[in-house]
C-alpha cells in the first residue's frame, strides 16, 4: 500500500518537473512575443526541446565550490528547496487517492514558511555581501506577504468549514467564489508574486544593486535547482488561486486551463510591470494588503455567524 502510494506521488512530482520545464518555454516565448521578437525556436520544432536543452547544458557544467563559503548549507541549500516545493505537492486534492489529508492547508502554510529558511541559508553561506543582501530582502518580504496569505486563507476557511482542500471543489460546483471575493482574489495573486519573487516584486534579483540576488555565486546545479524551485512554486501558486476562486475538480481539463491562464498572468506580469521600490513593496504589504484582508476576515466570520443563526 505505501508503495503504491510513494509510485503515485512520484507520478506527481514527475509531472510538475514536466510542468516546470515547459513553463520555463512559455516563459520566454510570451516575454518575446511581448518585445516583439520570436523567442527560442532553434532546439526542435518550434523550439520545444529548448528546456532539455538548457537542462543538459546546467547540469553538465563544472560545480564551482568558493574556497571561503560555508560548505554544507552553500550545498545543501538549493536542494532542500526544491525539496520543499515539491513536497507541498501532496496536499493536491485529487480523487484517485493521492496523499492528500484534512489538515492540508496547515501543511501548506508550515511548507511556505520553511521556504524562507532556504533561501537565507542561501544567502548567507556564500559569503558574499550581494548575496546576503539579496537573501535578507528575500526574508522581509517572504515573511510580510505571508501574514496576508494566512488571512486570505482564513477568510475562505470560514466559509468552506475546513482545512482540506477538497472542500474547495466540491464548495464551487455551482459558483466560483472570486465572484464574491473579487478584490481578496486580487490580493492573494499579488501576494503569490511576492512569494514568488517576481515581478514587480523581485527585490531579491535587483541586477541594477544586488547583482543577482542570493543566487549571485550559485553556478550549473545549484542555480538550475533553484530555477526549478521558483518556477514550481509558480506553478503551485497558480493551482492554489485556480483551486481557491475559480473552482473545478483536479482530474478535469478545464482546471487545467485555468492553471495554464494563472501561469500567463505570472508571465504577463513580468513582461508589462518594472519594478517596484523597495519602501513601496513593505507600504503594500502592510498598509494596503494587511487591513483589506483583515477587514474580508471580519466580514466573513459574520456572515458565517449570521448564515449559522438564521438557519438554527
Excluded at 550559485?218 to 530555477?227: D, K, M, Q, R
Amino acid at each position: 500500500m505505501i508503495m503504491v502510494e510513494m509510485m503515485k506521488y512520484l507520478i506527481l512530482i514527475l509531472c510538475v518537473l514536466v510542468g516546470v520545464a515547459f513553463m520555463t518555454l512559455l516563459e520566454r516565448k510570451v516575454l518575446g512575443y511581448i518585445q516583439i521578437r520570436k523567442g527560442p525556436n532553434k532546439v526542435g520544432l518550434m523550439g520545444i526541446l529548448q528546456p532539455f536543452a538548457d537542462m543538459v547544458k546546467l547540469f553538465s557544467k563544472e560545480q564551482v565550490f568558493l574556497s571561503v563559503s560555508n560548505f554544507l548549507p552553500y550545498y545543501l541549500s538549493p536542494i532542500f528547496s526544491l525539496l520543499v516545493v515539491l513536497l507541498v505537492w501532496v496536499v493536491s486534492p485529487y480523487e484517485m487517492g493521492l496523499i492528500s489529508f484534512n489538515m492540508g492547508i496547515l501543511f501548506f502554510l508550515c511548507c511556505l514558511s520553511l521556504s524562507v529558511y532556504t533561501v537565507m541559508s542561501a544567502g548567507w553561506s556564500s559569503n558574499c555581501k550581494y548575496s546576503l543582501l539579496g537573501s535578507l530582502r528575500a526574508v522581509a518580504q517572504t515573511i510580510s506577504y505571508e501574514v496576508s496569505l494566512a488571512l486570505v486563507f482564513l477568510s475562505i476557511i470560514f466559509l468552506v468549514g475546513g482545512f482540506n482542500l477538497e472542500l474547495f471543489s466540491v464548495y464551487q460546483e455551482s459558483v466560483w467564489l472570486v465572484w464574491f471575493a473579487f478584490p481578496l482574489s486580487l490580493v492573494w495573486l499579488s501576494s503569490c508574486l511576492a512569494e514568488t519573487n517576481r515581478t514587480p516584486f523581485d527585490f531579491a534579483e535587483g541586477e541594477s544593486e544586488l547583482v543577482s540576488g542570493f543566487n549571485t555565486e550559485y553556478g550549473s546545479g545549484g542555480f538550475a535547482l533553484i530555477f526549478m524551485a521558483e518556477y514550481a512554486s509558480i506553478l503551485f501558486m497558480s493551482m492554489m488561486f485556480s483551486l481557491l476562486f475559480l473552482g473545478g475538480f483536479l482530474c478535469s481539463i478545464s482546471f487545467y486551463l485555468k492553471l495554464m491562464f494563472v501561469s500567463f498572468i505570472f508571465i504577463w506580469v513580468r513582461g508589462t510591470m518594472p519594478r517596484l521600490r523597495y519602501d513601496k513593496l513593505m507600504y503594500l504589504a502592510w498598509k494596503s494588503f494587511l487591513p483589506v484582508s483583515l477587514n474580508y476576515l471580519i466580514f466573513f466570520m459574520g456572515f458565517k455567524l449570521f448564515c449559522f443563526c438564521f438557519l438554527l
